[in-house]
């Protein structure tokens, strides 16, 4: 069964070209325009479950930064920020709100489609079952994508867990941000790149919400990140 995207834009034209184009790629895609018909959409009892979002930043009414900020209270599927305004601190604050990725409008069909593929990609090759990962009261299911801290399941983003999963893999290493970035979110670093950067600072709140004995996530300056499980005192 082919995944399933939404499309929320303002831009009809855009919206129907992204839409074919991903359609000619196997994807199943639907396009509202504009984000309380995104967040109804999504509301649906009777419509299969969209499996990723494409969201636009500017949209009449609720726009896309009030739509993700909704949509994260109830919502964990992976979303694609789209938007004109190409400035970094509106990279930021999507990240911050809860985006796994965000792309600079105009941008090539071909570079939204790989992202699309990185942020779908399937945890596990077809018929393998991986061994989950525990690292203390850290808890991470690589088949179902879930983590849990303790026996609470963390409310984490595909890019969370995919970053949490390259550190977890790597207990006390330092990780380089260019494989972060690789790995978590399925692209390679840009210059200026901070999306690793907000998406660890999202990690390490929900860690640090969830229990006090959580790990730890340690930045080494010039370098990148490590995960640190704090020894019993």
């Known amino acids: 069964m082919s995944s399933r995207?939404?499309?929320?834009?303002?831009?009809r034209d855009l919206a129907d070209l992204l839409a074919d184009y991903l359609r000619h790629e196997s994807y199943t895609v639907e396009t509202v325009h504009d984000g309380a018909s995104a967040l109804d959409r999504l509301a649906s009892a009777t419509l299969p479950?969209?499996?990723?979002?494409?969201?636009?930043?500017m949209m009449p009414g609720r726009d896309g930064l009030e739509t993700l900020k909704e949509l994260r209270q109830r919502h964990g599927l992976p979303v694609i920020m789209l938007s004109a305004r190409g400035e970094p601190v509106d990279r930021v604050i999507g990240l911050e709100l809860g985006a796994d990725d965000?792309?600079?409008?105009?941008?090539l069909?071909?570079?939204?489609?790989?992202?699309?593929r990185a942020r779908l990609r399937a945890?596990?090759?077809?018929g393998s079952s991986p061994e989950p990962i525990s690292i203390g009261g850290l808890h991470l299911d690589l088949l179902t994508r879930r983590a849990s801290l303790d026996?609470?399941?963390?409310?984490?983003?595909?890019a969370e867990f995919s970053l949490l999963l390259a550190l977890g893999t790597r207990l006390?290493?330092?990780?380089d941000k260019a494989?972060?970035?690789?790995?978590?979110?399925?692209r390679e670093i840009e210059r200026f790149d901070r999306a690793v950067d907000v998406h660890i600072s999202r990690l390490r709140r929900k860690l640090a919400e969830a229990s006090p004995n959580s790990p730890g996530i340690d930045a080494v300056r010039g370098s990148g990140y490590q995960l640190i499980v704090a020894l019993p005192g």
Request: charged residues 25%; contains cysteine; hydrophobic residues 45%.
């Open 5 to 11: 995207i939404l499309i929320a834009d303002d831009d």
């Open 49 to 57: 479950r969209p499996d990723l979002l494409i969201l636009d930043v």
């Open 102 to 107: 965000y792309l600079a409008k105009p941008c």
């Open 109 to 116: 069909p071909r570079e939204l489609l790989a992202r699309v």
């Open 123 to 126: 945890p596990a090759a077809a």
């Open 151 to 158: 026996g609470h399941e963390l409310e984490l983003t595909g």
């Open 172 to 175: 006390g290493q330092v990780v």
């Open 179 to 186: 494989v972060l970035t690789r790995e978590g979110l399925g």
